[in-house]
């Protein structure tokens, strides 16, 4: 039996406080499981705009997708996390990656370290965070006090933890710690500096899953797996839409980009067999598509509501 479907939007762009709230009111209204927001210099403000977007809505969960553990001291994020569970009433998702734009930690004066220092570090942060806010062989309730001073309190007894991942030692993270897989479906251009992307094909992206199902074949229970959808269009006229991707990208063919998993471009029809057709290839029921293409998405959301 599938795991029922889930839909999440990342909001990308800032905004005054009552469009924020607007904004955060209308992805409820259309259907969406978790309001997202990412994690990059420029970019809204993680936390605050996850409480603002709890004061304007009651369904959705709220997550991070995701926090760059390389600008994050682990016990600093662990109040984060807690003031902020409890200030949205037990909705939060916590998701987690490496980061991958150096150019983000060069303006921020931080360190960007090799590929390897950078999931050493997002696997001590998971240790820390499960320490200070509770692990499965610890009470979950409270975080532990610090010289006799009271922390704050997390209202969930344990934060899901969203892990995106794609490289092996990601992966082994993932199926060891995280309760949300997420795959991005591509990989950092090499010597990018400003983390260009380049998607994987839906072969690869195979691999990636087989190689993390292999993994976690010791789990107790299974992790959700999800997909970041990079570009969604309802549409009669599939190459014009994807003509950018083309533009950046010309060694695919027309029909190879709209075989992407990242990309969901077609009739409304053709999209939505696509989504079920990647639940039954990859396993992915939970699907997080950027901010804007949250309304055509939400038609989708509508026809596979409750499968």
Not at 242 to 255: A, M, S
Request: proline share 7%; glycine share 10%; aromatic share 6%.
């Amino acid at each position: 039996m599938p795991r029922p479907f889930r839909f999440g939007v990342n909001l990308l762009t800032a905004a005054p406080a009552g469009e924020w709230r607007a904004k955060c009111r209308r992805a409820e209204e259309l259907g969406y499981d978790v309001i997202l927001v990412p994690d990059h210099l420029g970019w809204v403000a993680p936390f605050p705009a996850l409480v603002a977007a709890a004061g304007a809505t009651e369904r959705p969960r709220l997550g991070t997708f995701v926090l760059n553990a390389g600008f994050w001291n682990p016990a600093l994020l662990a109040r984060e996390v807690a003031t902020t569970d409890a200030l949205t009433g037990g909705r939060l998702e916590l998701g987690l990656g490496t980061g991958y734009v150096r150019a983000e930690h060069d303006t921020a004066g931080l360190p960007f370290g090799s590929p390897g220092e950078r999931v050493d570090h997002l696997a001590h942060t998971v240790t820390e965070l499960e320490r200070l806010l509770g692990s499965a062989e610890l009470p979950h309730s409270r975080l532990r006090s610090s010289g006799g001073t009271p922390m704050p309190t997390p209202t969930q007894s344990r934060v899901p933890l969203l892990i995106g991942a794609n490289g092996d030692r990601m992966l082994r993270l993932t199926a060891e710690r995280a309760d949300i897989a997420a795959f991005t479906a591509g990989r950092v251009v090499a010597g990018s500096t400003d983390g260009k992307i380049a998607p994987l094909t839906p072969e690869e992206l195979d691999g990636r899953v087989a190689r993390y199902r292999e993994l976690a074949a010791g789990r107790a229970e299974p992790a959700e797996l999800n997909l970041l959808v990079q570009m969604v269009k309802v549409t009669d006229d599939p190459e014009a839409v994807v003509k950018p991707l083309l533009d950046r990208r010309p060694q695919l063919t027309v029909d190879e980009a709209l075989a992407l998993p990242i990309v969901l471009v077609g009739t409304l029809r053709e999209i939505v067999e696509r989504v079920r057709a990647q639940r039954e290839r990859y396993g992915f029921s939970y699907l997080t598509v950027l901010e804007p293409y949250m309304e055509d998405f939400a038609q989708v959301i509508e026809e596979l509501r409750g499968e």
